[in-house]
């Protein structure tokens, strides 16, 4: 894999993540105004920035994502979306505060040997 595909392929693992996180607090943002003001979630959501904002960091990723798989195999390119993982459960346990279980994070752990096993094998 060359450092332009590497680079392409982290890209898009990572704004995919932060869409998501975007759109979690985004979500609950609008849930919380729903539930004082009453009214439509859907229709807060669609007002909240965070929502809208994280919709098209996710869009850009897609557009990464497709665009990586025009250069880099499926066998390579999908395991890489565990990093996301990795970054979704860090993030989530530390900016929004969600609580983590040690399973949890021991599950991250093996993730994370997967993914690097998955690299390092094709680099043979």
């Known amino acids: 894999m060359t450092l332009p595909s590497l680079?392409?392929?982290?890209?898009?693992?990572?704004?995919?993540?932060?869409g998501q996180i975007m759109?979690?607090?985004?979500?609950?943002?609008?849930a919380t105004a729903a539930g004082k003001a009453?009214?439509?979630l859907a229709v807060r959501a669609a007002t909240t920035p965070w929502v809208v904002l994280g919709l098209a960091v996710f869009a850009i990723s897609?557009?990464?994502w497709m665009s990586t798989l025009a250069r880099v195999p499926l066998s390579?390119?999908?395991?890489?979306?565990?990093?996301?993982?990795?970054?979704i459960v860090l993030a989530g346990s530390t900016l929004l505060h969600e609580r983590?279980?040690?399973?949890?994070?021991?599950?991250?752990?093996?993730?994370?040997?997967?993914?690097?096993t998955v690299f390092l094998g094709q680099r043979n």
């Not at 759109?23 to 609008?30: E, I, V």
């Not at 390579?76 to 970054?87: D, E, S």
Request: no cysteine; proline share 2%.
């Open 7 to 18: 680079a392409l392929l982290l890209f898009a693992v990572l704004s995919s993540a932060a």
């Open 23 to 30: 759109l979690k607090h985004g979500m609950a943002t609008a």
């Open 38 to 40: 009453g009214g439509s």
């Open 62 to 64: 897609a557009i990464a």
């Open 76 to 87: 390579i390119a999908y395991p890489f979306n565990a990093l996301g993982y990795l970054l």
């Open 100 to 116: 983590t279980s040690v399973w949890t994070w021991a599950g991250s752990l093996l993730v994370v040997i997967g993914l690097v």
